[in-house]
């Protein structure tokens, strides 16, 4: 008879030899029904089934070597079956343990986010913002026309400023989206990387006056005499020997660009300029381009222009509604609702948007159509425009929830 401590060793030999597929099991049984039951597998239930599996590898193991086995105390197997179940509990145990720490949901798009670097993230107003700044030249798409020297400049020397508190996807799709409405782009693709610099690639805006036309007008350039000012959408009247016309302005020939003055409390001499105004005509004779019927197209070729009156609009209550929002200290905001967010696939009035973020939603465009002043029953979608008037915090919060 072998002497206490080599049964003891083989014991616990034998007990490694059969407790490494018991304790495997354990393993994937404790991770398997905790993460999906969120329920901890009954230590009985492992040590059942981890005795059962040790056995059947015992058995297999000892029809190969029946030495294993051989032993004419039983401390050899019962230093093995201690190994088996110390093992199998334990592994149980850092499974069930493993399956509480991950996430319960995960999906492809957590696992590749991208995040800011918290060095570039400054706090104002108590709230994380980041400027993204343009890195090298902005390049062309393939198929598009080259942007303009005017735009690529105006890009790359443009102050942007986001949120910190979201990926850099989401971070990629606002600056994209900002960059299209802003400069009128055709497509606009960028680039972040962790410090929010920024690598953009644009096309230049497809088509000009064809753009600016109505459904159903034509353009027709007539030579008058222009009064000072006249500008791009103003309304006129052209009295010619056939009769008259009534058009809109699409275009003027001799122009001025007025730039926009600086805000009273702008008092940096480096700032940035603001964009110029609309151009406008500096008076005297000249070629306008004009919106008109079809049916007035030719009557208006054919004819020489005796008189062109500019006619009044009146008082736009849209712009007086504009003013007296800003007056109160009001923003208006223009977002994409995206996918999963509280807007997705429910209503206006079901989200609740005036109670829960304290903004109002002026218009959506919902499925290729615009609603101006929704109701409550106004269904929104991931993937519709709004237009959003609020304060700049309520603003912000709403921004972060929808966009």
Request: a negative charge; zero cysteines; proline letters at 5%.
């Amino acid at each position: 008879m072998a002497s206490l401590p080599v049964e003891v060793v083989y014991g616990l030999y034998f007990g490694v030899l059969t407790g490494l597929v018991p304790a495997a099991v354990a393993w994937l049984l404790g991770f398997g029904f905790r993460y999906v039951t969120g329920v901890t597998v009954p230590g009985l239930a492992v040590v059942v089934l981890s005795v059962a599996i040790a056995g059947a590898s015992g058995g297999l193991m000892a029809l190969a070597d029946p030495t294993i086995t051989q032993s004419e105390s039983q401390v050899r197997l019962t230093v093995a079956l201690l190994v088996v179940l110390m093992g199998s509990l334990y592994a149980h145990n850092r499974g069930d343990a493993f399956a509480n720490d991950i996430p319960r949901k995960m999906s492809l798009r957590k696992l590749t986010e991208r995040s800011l670097s918290t060095d570039v993230v400054e706090l104002v107003g108590g709230r994380g913002q980041v400027s993204v700044t343009v890195t090298g030249e902005v390049g062309d798409i393939e198929g598009y026309p080259p942007v303009p020297l005017d735009i690529r400049t105006g890009i790359r020397n443009g102050e942007w400023t986001f949120p910190a508190d979201i990926p850099l996807v989401e971070l990629e799709s606002r600056f994209a989206d900002r960059l299209q409405n802003e400069f009128d782009l055709a497509a606009v693709e960028v680039r972040l990387d962790e410090r929010a610099r920024a690598t953009v690639t644009a096309a230049a805006p497809v088509g000009g006056l064809s753009k600016r036309l109505p459904a159903g007008k034509r353009a027709v350039s007539v030579t008058a005499l222009v009064p000072t000012g006249l500008a791009q959408g103003d309304d006129v009247v052209v009295v010619t020997d056939g009769g008259t016309v009534s058009a809109t302005v699409a275009g003027v020939d001799s122009v001025a660009e007025v730039p926009s003055e600086p805000d009273d409390d702008d008092d940096d001499a480096d700032a940035p300029k603001a964009a110029p105004r609309a151009p406008t005509a500096v008076g005297g004779e000249g070629r306008v381009t004009l919106a008109v019927d079809r049916g007035q197209v030719e009557p208006l070729l054919t004819s020489d222009v005796e008189r062109f009156v500019v006619t009044s609009r009146g008082v736009r209550r849209e712009f007086e509604l504009v003013s007296l929002l800003r007056r109160a200290g009001k923003r208006f905001s223009r977002l994409s609702v995206r996918s999963e967010s509280p807007l997705d696939g429910v209503t206006l009035g079901e989200a609740g948007v005036r109670d829960a973020y304290g903004v109002a939603v002026l218009a959506v465009r919902h499925g290729g159509n615009w609603t101006i002043a929704p109701r409550g029953d106004q269904a929104v979608s991931a993937g519709d425009t709004l237009y959003a008037v609020g304060s700049r915090t309520d603003l912000t919060g709403f921004e972060e929830a929808v966009a």
